[in-house]
């Protein structure tokens, strides 16, 4: 594959929607994250008095070894001595059963948080109507809920309260500081501007490498997922080499963001310990000759200030190792709560009401639809089914035949026009309780992973065992299901794997009729089976439609002509409806259809 050629494919795998990696980091986003915190609050709140004294715990331990260098050590008081390191000792052991506690109840909060940032988006996605998923990459949003959260897990479990303790313990050191030596803390404060400053000029570069270092492992999330999805093709078409060239590149140019990011991080963290040892280089400087000089700073003042002050700078140069693996985790979080705060394009109105128990009557009224602004896939479509009644719709791939199943399904709505259950237009009925009336059989039969009759039950998870085998026994096909090693207990792998495509179509029958639906929409498989399973097929068919209302996207010949009605679809209109009979009698769409089904098979 030429580079060029390469060059092209790579884009294409570039991000639904265009990050603003530029923009700056936001203090809503970080207290956005921190409100997942509010239902574990009895935790929080210990974890952060927890952070609170630990903040205070070393300035303290610095203050006591300071203390009894200049007090009892000096005065050569041995028994005072042995008194202060038993305090010593024992705050010692306390801070360390805090850090312990701390450690264990960041980790817990942390969890939980993430438990619920999944539940939460997961609970969003599933009210997102179909054309936001035709729209998406599957492995970007994958990479949403796996890698951006796994993202977030750090700065939730120890970004935050690291940085707490941090900041409290240099709170806590420039207090004591102060109060050791006015004149000393001086110098400290002359160097805070050059710290500010180092901070303020990385942490822009910081961020926005991480965003843009996010989205390449997005990127490459996206590139395995279709890939192991879409394996068939690949090895069809040779493009082995070919998608491995794509996925390199993109694990490559991954590769490089991620050392962009760190050498920024690499950078950003030698500058903040140079201005620490800067200051500490001033505080010898300044403080020995002030002692030497005997102008009021005494080497045991001398010795407290540096202790301390070694506590004030240990936590900048952590804190700024804390900002780098935030950065990472904010980039995350933003584009966790732009996927979550993605409103549905359409939901069911306020109002809208429980479907009631239907009865099968459908009727369309001048219905039309478009995918896209301008340019409708359906017009002005009018039909009307009794109840019971089997609809076959026919024509050519893009006419508009899934389309109008799916308005009946409600996973769209109609531009203009009405769609009517029992004359209830579907704009008032709420989807989810029109579904449960409804039974779907769809052209690629989607089983997940589990058994048999795990997903028959998809459709009624309270049915029992006996009630998926008289299923089958109504399809006439349990004995089918019986002769597989373990029956309906028969482990079945993601996508139906390990069934034949006729076992799998039985599968998806049993679930429908199990829902015991008053309405039957039916996309037909087009795969080819062989001729005893083909017959078992049409029979267990025939029993699944009986006496229900039966919309059937037909592509075999016996379905339409069982139909009670024949709607002809071209372009989005129906241009002819009828019986089987009375439309090959018109000599027209329909016959022509029919004869290029019947040199098809011949």
Request: proline fraction near 3%; glycine fraction near 8%; aromatic fraction near 8%.
């Amino acid at each position: 594959m030429s580079k060029e050629r390469l060059e092209i494919a790579v884009k294409r795998t570039r991000a639904d929607e265009e990050e603003p990696d530029r923009l700056p980091l936001r203090w809503s986003t970080i207290g956005r994250l921190l409100s997942f915190t509010a239902p574990h609050r009895r935790q929080r709140n210990a974890l952060l008095w927890l952070c609170a004294f630990r903040a205070i715990a070393l300035p303290t331990l610095a203050w006591i070894v300071a203390h009894i260098i200049k007090g009892p050590v000096t005065a050569g008081d041995t028994a005072e001595t042995f008194r202060w390191l038993i305090i010593f000792a024992a705050a010692v052991l306390l801070g360390e059963v805090a850090l312990y506690w701390r450690i264990r109840l960041a980790h817990q909060i942390g969890e939980a948080v993430l438990r619920d940032l999944r539940d939460k988006l997961m609970q969003q996605l599933l009210t997102q109507p179909l054309a936001f998923f035709h729209a998406r990459r599957h492995g970007s949003l994958i990479s949403r809920m796996i890698s951006d959260i796994e993202a977030m897990r750090n700065g939730i479990q120890n970004n935050f309260f690291i940085t707490v303790v941090s900041l409290g313990q240099m709170t806590c050191a420039a207090a004591l500081m102060l109060w050791v030596n006015p004149q000393l803390f001086l110098v400290l404060l002359a160097l805070v501007p050059c710290l500010l400053l180092v901070h303020g000029f990385f942490r822009g570069k910081i961020l926005h490498a991480s965003r843009v270092q996010q989205e390449s492992f997005s990127r490459v999330t996206s590139a395995l997922a279709e890939t192991v999805q879409g394996i068939r093709v690949t090895q069809g078409f040779a493009r082995e080499d070919t998608n491995a060239g794509i996925f390199t590149r993109l694990v490559q140019t991954l590769a490089g963001h991620v050392v962009k990011t760190a050498s920024l991080s690499a950078l950003y963290l030698p500058l903040l310990e140079l201005n620490a040892q800067a200051f500490l280089a001033a505080l010898v400087g300044v403080g020995g000759w002030a002692a030497l000089s005997g102008t009021g700073t005494g080497v045991g003042d001398l010795v407290t200030f540096f202790f301390l002050a070694e506590l004030f700078f240990a936590p900048i140069t952590i804190i700024g190792t804390q900002l780098s693996e935030a950065t990472l985790a904010m980039a995350g979080a933003e584009r966790y709560f732009r996927l979550l705060d993605t409103a549905p394009s359409w939901t069911d109105k306020p109002d809208a009401a429980e479907c009631p128990p239907l009865k099968g009557h459908v009727e369309f009224r001048e219905v039309t639809f478009a995918y896209e602004p301008d340019r409708p896939v359906l017009h002005g479509i009018s039909f009307i089914s009794q109840p019971g009644q089997v609809i076959a719709l026919v024509g050519h791939t893009g006419s508009g035949k899934s389309t109008i199943v799916g308005l009946l399904a409600k996973f769209q709505l109609p531009m203009s026009g009405q769609v009517l259950v029992d004359g209830i237009d579907l704009a008032d009925i709420r989807q989810a309780s029109l579904r449960r009336q409804t039974g779907f059989v769809f052209q690629q039969n989607f089983l997940f992973a589990g058994t048999i009759a795990d997903n028959v039950k998809a459709a009624r998870p309270d049915a029992s065992d006996e009630e998926v085998r008289q299923t089958f026994r109504d399809l006439a096909c349990l004995d089918l299901i019986e002769d597989l090693p373990q029956g309906i207990h028969t482990e079945v792998s993601e996508k139906g794997r390990g069934l034949s495509l006729g076992q799998q179509q039985l599968v998806a029958f049993a679930r429908a009729l199990l829902a015991n639906p008053r309405i039957l929409v039916l996309d037909e498989a087009t795969s080819a089976v062989d001729t005893l399973t083909e017959s078992r097929l049409q029979l267990a068919l025939a029993r699944l439609m009986q006496g229900r209302t039966s919309f059937v996207v037909a592509h075999r010949l016996s379905t339409i002509r069982k139909a009670d009605q024949v709607l002809v679809l071209d372009h989005g209109k129906i241009v002819e409806r009828g019986t089987h009979e009375s439309l090959l009698a018109l000599k027209g769409a329909y016959a022509g259809l029919h004869r290029d089904f019947l040199s098809s098979t011949t």
